[in-house]
């Protein structure tokens, strides 16, 4: 290959490793993540792991059953004359609201030394309950919660009715008192201190009858989205644990589910003190005050706190302290890593004398509890296909592939109609895609064939400039001395500078004995046996193939016949290099060499292409 050939095509090759170079690049290119733009961890967390949150509810209902009051005549008699001596003695004023104060202070202390059930009965029908956090476990059903949250205690349920069905009997009962006083008018603080009696006495003496307890789940109707549909789905009270500061743990099963959303468990080891820990749930701040909508309390809220310290009760049951915000019916919440992984459940936290929750201190029960407990039920944890295709729909949502996230979205929506957040998602990427806010990416084949499209474009240009050099070359004007023709012989040592002069304007492509003579010159004589003939201009026309003459006129083979790239006499003979893995033919004695001539346009396009596709699938070292 002469030198303009091997620069052309040096630069046809560098050409097409810089656009293979640039096509990676740029095919590479969408998949990077600008940092800054990088979504916050509650963020993504939150949206992840929400759709799995649920709340639960524990309803009790029956018939409430509290007596009626009398005073015990002895015990009065005594306190009337207690408070006789003290306004005697000057203890307290002898004005009537302040003796009327003396007594029921006196009352309210001991109610039982002053009051004795008696009838009739009165009646109320009556429905109490509460309201916790709960999630889901498996696609089929299965939620963890605590165990406070599905179960209360004779004492705890007595209160709880006293306080929601009382009422009625509690204010009555104190009228009545203040009533029995004449020509007595009761302030506020007196009225309020007769009722404290009556919440006591009743409460203390109140029976509940026919009673009934049921566990739901508050899940939203198909069709998806959180709002005014929400129903309560029944829920089978499978396992249950004891209360805190015990293993305060319950398994529940809502049958008939598929494909529910779910978390994942992780391990006691994924977090440690000083790390960040993320609380889901259902404050009853929200749910239990007239001020917000149902679909505001149906939404759990995400809070975030530093892991304080491992603790462990009296009892060995271990539990994890935080400053992660928790209030009453964040119970039973599922608390994350960084990571989403559950790594424990919202039990308990520190309550103010006035019983308003602290936020500086919540308890959590660690996931090996909860998993020891799920093993006893031979339960696994397990993600569903919807939670699967929703976070990789996030994944893409989130780094603005609006048009990738979109199916996927619809799909989760298929796997599960009553998810509810996947319709917002819809929507919002369909807006995102309509107003020009997409970045999805385009997919790989259609940046390959960019790629190959540019290689062909600047292959081709190169391939036509090389054409055109190669024209001017052929069509040099008269007077000038040509390069060799490429796949000519090669000018031999005293030719003085090339080939002779050209005379007609062009070279004759029929050999001559091997060699290609000037258009317009006719072949000289063979030489003589006994030495080689000279051309007019001093030439000596090399053997074709490698032959010598012999003296009886006959051609025999020289021993260094063949491809010879440096002959003792210093010339140089040219071939043209074969495809890697084949030998070109040499010529047969008698014969032109098949390299002889100058090729035509259609020979040399031809030989460029054979030369492209070999360069593209040369070795590496070659």
Known sequence: MDGNIRKYFGRLTGGMAAIAALALLVTAAPASADPGDEIPVGTRLAARTHPAVQLTSITYSGEVVVPSSQAKEAAWDQLTNEATQAVLAGKIPSDERSIAKFLFQRVASDVDRYLQPVGPERTVKAQVGGMCTGWWVTPDGYMVTGAHCVQMSDQELSQTFAQQALEKFNKQDAKDMINA???????????????????????????????????SVLQSLPGGGVDKTAKEVPAELVSVGESYPGKDFALLKVNGQQNLPTVPLGEDADVQTGDTLYISGFPGLVTNTPWFSVESKLDPALTEGPYNAKRSTQEGVPYIQTQAPSYHGNSGGPVFSRAGKV???????????????????SFVLPVSIIKEKLNEKNVKSSASLTTTKYNEALDDFFQRHYKDALPKFREVQALFPSHPYVAKYITDSQQAISSGKDETPQPMWVWIAVGAGALILVGGGLLLLLLMRRRKKDSASPGQSPSPAYGGPYPGPNSGGGYPAQVGGGYDRQPVNGQVLPQGWQPQSLPPAGGPARTAGGYEAPRPGGYDRR????????????????RPDGATQYVRP???????????????????????VADLEREIA?????????????
């Open 343 to 361: 790594v424990g459940m919202l039990i308990a936290g520190t309550v103010s004398e006035n019983g308003e929750a602290s936020e500086n201190e």
């Open 551 to 566: 003296p009886d006129g006959h051609d025999r083979q020289r021993p260094d016949a063949g491809y010879d790239p440096q």
């Open 181 to 215: 006083l004449r020509n007595f008018e009761a302030d506020k603080e007196m009225i309020e201190l007769v009722q404290q009696i009556y919440v006591t006495f009743n409460s203390t003496h109140l029976e509940i009858r026919g009673l009934q307890k049921s566990l």
């Open 578 to 600: 074969a495809p890697y893995g084949q030998q070109r033919p040499h010529a047969m004695p008698g014969q032109a060499p098949a390299d002889a001539g100058a090729p035509d």
């Open 610 to 622: 054979e030369l492209r596709r070999q360069l593209q699938h040369r070795p590496p070292e070659a």
